[in-house]
């Protein structure tokens, strides 16, 4: 409940430092600056797999997912980008706000809503046919993006994924011929490099060695100095150290529902809720 | 530290890398020479009985080989030896599988070689009748035809099929169903169903044969063939490529073409290849749309044009000895051609990164 207080304090500090862009729009103004969940449920078929889940992600914080598997992290943050209506026989409710607008609403081009919001998966999927510079373009190639400057996109955004030095004499060769933790990286380049201002990630470092872990950790503290991270995570120290809030979902067998959602610090020394505080401490889960 | 590295990296002899999984030189001599003893031998059998040729030789060497290998693993182990006779069974079968293939390349080879000189390539028959030397005359003609009613008819078959495989694993419309079974059974029409269709509309249409009416009867022939592979191909991508793309705000047609597409570009070439071999040989819609000629015909819509099918059958049809030879002639020359086909393209569609 603190993160949503939180959220409402950015709120009114965006909202008045937005006034001036958005004053004919009364709706607008009054917009919670970043991405919002709103009471949102979702099904596979007529299996329901994720309860009322209200969450705010406020611009320029990282949030921690964190839960037992099948509790409907993955399900959650496939909602937050429409990626989840590619599953045949998936449905939801509720609404996901960006900015104050719905992107669910009829009128909004999915497309555009995921070029936006990007994301990470945890299996590392390059594209086989592209080689290392062409996949970290590909975004922008796929979007049809106006960009100038191709070399520099590719050198920094390989840089903040700690790909770099491991790469930079093989741009030409093809994404498959890496190591699974480099495919990885690669594919979190090339998330970056359409520059999105919403970033969802799903467990993006398990394949990785503590070493590149690490530079994915700072490249997602450098990313929230702009725009909203979420991270899924099942590493609680990894939670820890880059997540601004921590929302803990669980299940009890039935759809995935919020348990608490709070600032890390108090998620993992003083949560509210005692479920919680097992599972952070690993005594289920 | 480094030093210590680089000491130890100087002092360790590094040694030569070796594939202890794989048979030894000398193992493989034995197993050789045993097959080459087993040979001799079937041949001596089938030369003091009189056996029946090549059949007697083969059922010969098999039998001994077999006889042989008994002996030779008597004191191993018993799986190693079920091993061993695994084995000879798989090649056995293997090469019975080969036989038919090989019989009839070797008699197409050994009989086209007669009529095999520069002049077939280039020459036509326009002042050449079948009976003449085989030094005069020719089937240039009928290879460029052939070659350019395939070519035409992959053209336009190609980017059809391709959609239409897309279609079915990519856009899965409300079509799906239909298309699906109006591929499936178009797969079933006679080769002279298909002559017939374009006889009754395009001849008729143009008041002429023509290469352009060939080509479409084969376009047809093709479709079907080229639709299916394409895709059986496509439906081999993961889904992981089509979720990557989408999640970097792509549209479907740009991920169809800009991440699919190019993930099978040698999956697609097999179903050009197969497209083509289907066709090549295709005699009976040729009679009904592109008939034959006795000489060049550059011009697609120029009338009735030569190819190698057709080719082939007239001569057989006319009967004598040299006819016959320019026929397996055309017979070879269009084996040739697909072998020829096949390669390049292969080496233009390069192989998969999957
Ligand atoms: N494509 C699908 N079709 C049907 N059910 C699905 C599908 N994907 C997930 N589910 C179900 O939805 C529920 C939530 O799955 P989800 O993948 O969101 O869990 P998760 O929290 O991400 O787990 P993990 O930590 O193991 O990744 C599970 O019960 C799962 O069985
Ligand atoms: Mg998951």
Redesign the interface.
């Given at each position: 409940m603190e993160m949503l207080k939180q959220g409402e304090i950015k709120m009114t500090q965006d909202s008045q430092t937005n006034v001036m862009v958005m004053e004919d729009d009364e709706v607008q103004r009054s917009a919670f600056r970043g991405l919002e969940a709103k009471n949102l449920h979702a099904w596979f078929g007529t299996h329901h797999v994720l309860s009322d889940v209200s969450l705010r992600f406020p611009e320029r914080t990282v949030t921690g997912l964190i839960g037992p598997s099948g509790c409907g992290k993955s399900t959650f943050i496939r909602l937050l980008?429409r990626?989840h209506e590619?599953i045949p026989g998936a449905a939801m409710a509720g609404q996901v706000l960006q900015n104050g607008e719905d992107i669910y609403a009829p009128e909004v081009d999915a497309?555009?809503v995921?070029?936006?919001i990007?994301?990470v998966?945890q299996?590392p999927?390059?594209?086989?046919?592209?080689n290392i510079r062409e996949n970290v373009l590909?975004?922008i190639?796929?979007?049809?993006l106006k960009v100038t400057d191709h070399d520099s996109i590719v050198e920094n955004c390989l840089t903040r994924a700690g790909l770099w030095k491991e790469v930079k004499d093989r741009l030409n060769t093809?994404g498959?011929s890496l190591s699974g933790g480099q495919q990885q990286r690669l594919?979190i380049a090339?998330?970056l490099a359409?520059e999105p201002s919403v970033l969802l990630m799903d467990e993006p470092c398990s394949a990785l060695d503590p070493g590149s872990t690490l530079r994915i950790e700072e490249t997602i503290k450098e990313l929230a100095e702009k725009i909203a991270v979420v991270i899924v995570t099942h590493n609680m120290q990894q939670a820890a150290r880059v997540s601004d809030f921590c929302a803990f979902f669980l299940t009890d067998g039935g759809p995935g529902y919020l348990v608490e959602a709070a600032p890390t610090k108090i998620l993992f020394t003083n949560p509210s809720d005692s479920r919680t505080a097992d599972y952070v401490q690993g005594k289920f889960g | 530290m480094s030093a210590t590295v680089t000491d130890l990296q100087q002092t360790i002899a590094i040694p030569a890398p070796t594939t202890p999984w794989r048979r030894t030189r000398g193992e493989q001599l034995g197993t050789a020479i045993i097959f080459l003893i087993s040979a001799v031998a079937a041949a001596c059998i089938v030369l003091v009985t009189g056996l029946a040729g090549v059949d007697g030789f083969g059922l010969t060497l098999f039998v001994i080989f077999v006889v042989v290998t008994f002996v030779r693993t008597i004191r191993m182990n018993a799986k190693v030896r079920k091993d061993e006779f695994i084995k000879i069974a798989i090649f056995a079968a293997a090469v019975l599988a080969f036989l038919p293939w090989m019989s009839i390349f070797a008699s197409v080879v050994m009989k086209g070689a007669r009529g095999f000189k520069p002049n077939f390539f280039v020459g036509d028959m326009r002042t050449t009748i079948p009976d003449d030397e085989l030094n005069l005359g020719g089937a240039g003609h009928a290879i460029i035809g052939s070659m350019m009613m395939v070519i035409n008819a992959t053209i336009i078959t190609l980017p059809l099929g391709i959609l239409s495989g897309v279609y079915l694993t990519e856009v899965r419309g409300r079509l799906t169903f239909l298309v699906r079974f109006v591929v499936q059974s178009m797969s079933g029409v006679p080769s002279i169903v298909a002559g017939l269709f374009i006889y009754t509309t395009f001849v008729d249409f143009t008041n002429s044969f023509s290469g352009m009416a060939g080509s479409l009867a084969l376009a047809v022939l093709m479709l079907p063939t080229v639709a299916r592979t394409a895709e059986e191909v496509l439906k081999l991508v993961?889904d992981?490529?089509?979720?990557?793309?989408?999640?970097?705000?792509?549209?479907q047609w740009?991920?169809s073409l800009?991440?699919v597409l190019?993930?099978v570009?040698s999956g697609l070439t097999t179903a050009a290849i197969l497209g083509v071999a289907r066709v090549i040989g295709e005699t009976a819609p040729l009679l009904l749309t592109s008939l034959s000629s006795n000489s060049y015909v550059f011009n697609p819509l120029g009338g009735p044009i030569g190819s190698l099918p057709t080719y082939v059958f007239g001569l057989l049809q006319i009967g004598t000895e040299n006819a016959i030879n320019r026929a397996w002639t055309g017979a070879l020359v269009l084996m040739l051609l697909v072998l020829a086909l096949f390669t390049t393209t292969r080496f233009i569609g390069g192989k998969?990164?999957?």
């Open positions: 980008n990626m590619f497309a555009a995921r070029l936006k990007g994301m998966f299996k999927n390059p594209f086989p046919a592209m590909s975004g190639k796929l979007a049809h093809t498959g594919c090339r998330s359409v | 993961p992981d490529l089509r979720s990557a793309s989408y999640a970097l705000g792509a549209r740009r991920t800009m991440v190019p993930t570009r998969d990164r999957r």
